[in-house]
Each structure stands twice: as C-alpha cells, then as structure tokens.
C-alpha cells in the first residue's frame, strides 16, 4: 500500500525499525511549520538547531535510498500546520495509508489523533523506540501511592537494566552519591574547549526571519554550537566522554561567571531530537568506568547516569500520568507577572543577570541555574507558572514540553503541589554564593536581609514562607523553617523588605 509516513522534528532516531529496509511504496513526510514555530516565541538558536537537525536528517535518509518529502519554511506548498500538510498531500498523491510515531507533546497527541479519525485511510501509529519505559510505566509503577519518588523508580530502572549494578546490589554498595557531587568550582582545573563544527547556517536564518517567525535571543550562525546530525552528537558525545565526565559529579551543582557550561555535557538537545539514544550514552559512561576507573570514579558516573536513566525517564512518565491536568496547576495560585530583566538580562542581581544573559547568549543554562537561580527566584516571587513555562519552553535548546512543563511546574514552581518533589526549591542568598562565585561582585550585599541593598533573596525567601504557611507548615520536611521564623526578631522588617521589592520587581 501506498504509505506516507511523517517524522516530527523531534524524531529524528535514524536506528528506527523504520528505516532499516527501503520500499518504493514509502514516502517520509518531513515538515517545518509555523505552528511549531509559533505556539511559544523561541530562541532563535532552538529554531535554528530544529530546522537544520530536520534538513541533514532528510539528506541522510535520501542518500540511503528512502523517498523523502520535506517542506521548508519557506516553501509556497507549505500550509504550515499538520492537518492542512497531511491532507493536502494526500488527496494529491493518493496514498492508501497514514503512519506516524507516537509524539512526546500531548498537544501533538490530541491533534494526531484528531487528524487520523478524519482521514478517509488507513492509519497506524508505531513507538519512537527512543525512551526506555512506555508512556505509562510510571504511573503503573507509582499505583496506589500518594507521593512519586524518582529515587525508587531510579533504583528499579538500574535493576532492570543492569546499569551500575553488582548482582543485586548496587556497584560500589552505594545508589547516591550526591553527598560527594556538592563542589563548587573554584577554577582549580580548566573546562576543556568544546569541539566546533565547520558550518554557515546564515542562509538557513534568512530564510527563517523571511518567513517572519519571531524569535529571541542571540545567534552567531557561521559559529553554530549545537550537534545538528547524528555525526556530530557522537562527536559531543565523545567530547563528554574523555573530557568533561571524568569531572562531571563533583562540579555538578557549580556555577561560575566565566563558565557558562562548566563540565555539563550539553547532550540534552541531541537526546531530546533522538539523534542519540538515552542508553547508548549510559552504556557509554559505564563503559568509561569500567575500563578506567581511576580517571572516572563511581559518583561521577553514577551522577550522570542517573539524570537520564531516573530524572529524564521519570519526567516524561510524570508528564503522561498527569497531562491535561498538569498544565493549569498552581498550588501557591501565583499570579504575578515575569519581570521584564528576564527578556533582557538587565537587572541589579548578578546571579540571574548571568544565568539569563547566558541564556539568551546560548539558549542554555545548566540545571542548578535553572533550579536555583531563575526558578528559585519565580517562586519566591509569586510569578504566575504559566509565565515561567512560556520562558523556560521558549528559551532553551533542550525545550520541548514533556520534560519542559514537569521541570518547570513541578520541580521548580511546585505548582502541581509535591508530585514531582516532596518540598519547594528555596532558598537564600546563602546557597547561591556557596555554590557560585555570583555574589562577589553583585550589587547587592548576601548577608544583609533588610535595609538599603539587602539580597532580594534574603526576605523574599522568608516572605514565601510566611506567605504560604496554610499550605506548607505541615509538610514534616519544612517544619524546622517555620519554627525558626516564629523565633526570628527581625521577622516584621523583613516582610515589609519583602514587600517594597515585590511591588518594584522591574526595578530589582
Ligand atoms: P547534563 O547536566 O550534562 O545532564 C545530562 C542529561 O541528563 C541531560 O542532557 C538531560 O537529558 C538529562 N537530565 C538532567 N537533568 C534532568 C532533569 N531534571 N529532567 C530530565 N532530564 C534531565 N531539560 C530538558 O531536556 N528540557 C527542558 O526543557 C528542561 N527544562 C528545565 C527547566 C527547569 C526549571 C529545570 C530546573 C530543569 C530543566 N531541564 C530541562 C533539566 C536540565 O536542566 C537539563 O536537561 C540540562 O540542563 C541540559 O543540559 P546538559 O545536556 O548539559 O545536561
Ligand atoms: Fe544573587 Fe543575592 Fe548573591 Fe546578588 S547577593 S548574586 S542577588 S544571591
């Protein structure tokens, strides 16, 4: 039968069962849309790495025989939306079936299947064959229990597939290393350059500016960073591998001014477009420790291995466990707006001046930033979960819903109200400069909560507390904050400290 078969932009796993022979009969659908392009302003580096990852992933795939049909940007067939491109094509062509892999946004979902109850043929739909559990498989796991613990669903994936594992016990008789994994980084070795790639995606950028997608964010594209084929993620990959892991657990949690990326493997654009498979990289590290464990070292293994065989997995079973609902909650009922530095960068306080700027600069930040810097920073300031999701999905390299929304709402804002964490991610000045070399140089002073340049942090982070004491007194993880806050002296000056920053946030 005549079959169109569409490949999202994300889906770009040349390992597919798909591809492994090729048939006349077979036509791959590829398509750059508006609608992708537009459900969130992005980094004009994010559009970028999508287009041009499609644009090798269609060349590769007509170079080993297979019928490609890819519609650019810019192209006047193009409809730019799913429906429109699915249905004109096949009332042209006639083709007798429709097949597609199963997305990983549920937006996508829900129009896919829309699309496929309307056509007049045949329509099937096959796994991505890139994630290690099925969409549901932590619900299934979680079943009858209140709380989703990502360290019990790590500890049974590490189990189930032999991953660090003595018998059934764990390598090195340990799960969690994070004890160790707490350095800052005090430039006592130096990061490594991170290789280049030999390209121009000027023409590619025109064409995206001419079709009037609106972006954000900064771009050099004859200096383009990001892996955008299979070749150049395992050269990324390889990079990680001799030069940055051996470093990666101790360094985890650091940020630095001078280092935007420190000894972090930005792997996660490469896996989340499926250009690389999640185990071929864990094998991969295991692999590292086992032939030289004196340069590697369990918890620097053990650390990585751990965010893609338990948070990312866990993350996309959240996300399907909880979707629709997931999006429209908001436990705090925050409702503020996002101040207007996060678009620019320009603000007083040097950690989110550096986390943002680095952002917009390299549409990345690594976690603890995006954890304990602007998201910390969203949620002791009350900002409205929507606001941060639109950011956070539109900023990043790695952003695609799934992993996005669950990060962000949950880990981040606590908005679903402790599913993906047994307690917010707060805190005060105090943490970010023991991790960081931020406050140093700020404007601002880190030991002064109240008076004439105190650290935002420092009475916002106790406001928040006092703020929301209905909702958090009785988590028994917290409890010691409100018993030191009854006791505090200072307490009223510091709310009302709290207060005049909160009505000036713009000007913070
Ligand atoms: P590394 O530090 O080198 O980690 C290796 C890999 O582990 C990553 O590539 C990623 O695939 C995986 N990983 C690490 N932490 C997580 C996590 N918490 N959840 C899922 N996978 C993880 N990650 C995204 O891929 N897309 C997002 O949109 C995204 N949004 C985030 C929003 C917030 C508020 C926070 C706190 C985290 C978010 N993360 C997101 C998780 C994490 O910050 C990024 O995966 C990571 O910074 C990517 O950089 P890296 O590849 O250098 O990661
Ligand atoms: Fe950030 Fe406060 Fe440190 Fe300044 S003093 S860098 S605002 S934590």
Known sequence: AKTLRLILGDQLNPQHSWFTETRE????????????????????????????????????????????????????????????????????????????????????????????????????????????????????????????????????????????????????????????????????????????????????????????????????????????????????????????????????DAMHTAEPFLFHSRLSFALNSKMLHPLEVIRAAQDCLEKDPETYGLPQVEGFIRQILGWREFMRGIYWAKMPDYAQMNFFGHKRALPSFFWDGNTKMNCLKHAIGQSLEHAYAHHIQRLMVTGNFALLAGIDPDEVDQWYLGIYIDAIEWVEITNTRGMSQFADGGIVGTKPYVSSANYIDKMSNYCGSCHYSKTKKTGDKACPFNSLYWAFYERNREKLENNPRIGFVYNTLSKMKQKDEILKQANTYLSNLDDL
């Open 25 to 252: 009969e077979v036509v791959y659908l590829m398509l750059e849309m508006r609608q992708e392009t537009d459900y969130v302003r992005h980094h004009v580096q994010k559009v970028l790495a999508f287009f041009q990852s499609m644009r090798n992933f269609a060349e590769e795939l007509t170079k080993k025989g297979h019928r490609v049909c890819y519609l650019r940007i810019d192209d006047p067939k193009n409809r730019q939306c799913l429906e429109k491109n699915i249905g004109d094509l096949i009332d042209r062509e006639q083709f007798d079936r429709f097949e597609y892999q199963l997305p990983d946004e549920y937006r996508l979902d829900q129009q896919l299947q829309r699309i496929c109850k309307q056509l007049p043929i045949k329509t099937a739909c096959f796994d991505t064959e890139h994630f290690l559990t099925d969409r549901m498989a932590v619900k299934r796991f979680f079943s009858g229990k209140k709380t989703y613990l990502m360290e019990s669903f790590y500890r049974s994936m590490r189990q189930e597939f032999g991953v660090l594992m003595q018998g059934k016990k764990p390598q090195g008789g340990e799960w969690n290393f994070d004890k160790e994994n707490r350095n800052a980084f005090r430039e006592e070795v130096s990061v490594p350059d991170f290789p280049s790639f030999e390209r121009d995606l000027g023409s590619l950028l025109q064409s995206i500016h001419n079709a009037g997608v609106q972006t954000l964010g900064e771009v050099d594209p004859s200096r383009f960073p990001w892996p955008c084929s299979r070749q150049e993620s395992l050269t990324v990959l390889d990079h990680f591998l001799t030069e940055l892991l051996p470093h990666f657990g101790r360094y985890q």
